[in-house]
């Protein structure tokens, strides 16, 4: 069976990582986690401020789920290219910037950020 959705529509698809329970979308500034059905349960974004806003967006799925679609913001999320599953609730994020992002699946956060000094 084939599915079909869109994630964004005004930047380009990094990188697809496909675990049990979620489709991982990378793109330039963003980490989309959507359910294989299409539908998005979390957005980790970049915004340029230095105060983390948490926004939460509640999707009315018809006769069935009430499905709750979170959005995270930060600050290191600009130019990334690619993830790499570390375990089974976390991956590193990593671009064409000075810093490697941890990012926590169950909690939906920025665990830590490395920055990379580059010579």
């Known amino acids: ?55 939460i967006n509640l999707t009315d799925v018809p006769f069935i789920y009430t499905i709750f679609s979170f959005m995270y913001s930060s600050n290191f999320m600009q130019e990334m290219q690619c993830m790499l599953q570390t375990s089974a609730t976390s991956v590193l994020l990593g671009g064409h910037q000075e810093n490697i992002i941890d990012y926590d699946l169950q909690q939906n956060r920025e665990t830590q950020t490395v920055r990379i000094l580059i010579f």
């Open 1 to 55: 069976m084939f599915r079909s959705f869109q994630v964004v529509n005004n930047q380009e698809i990094r990188q697809i990582l496909t675990l049990d329970d979620v489709v991982l979308i990378l793109s330039q500034r963003q980490l989309r986690g959507q359910i294989r059905r299409g539908l998005p349960v979390f957005t980790h974004t970049y915004v340029h401020t230095s105060i983390e806003n948490c926004r």
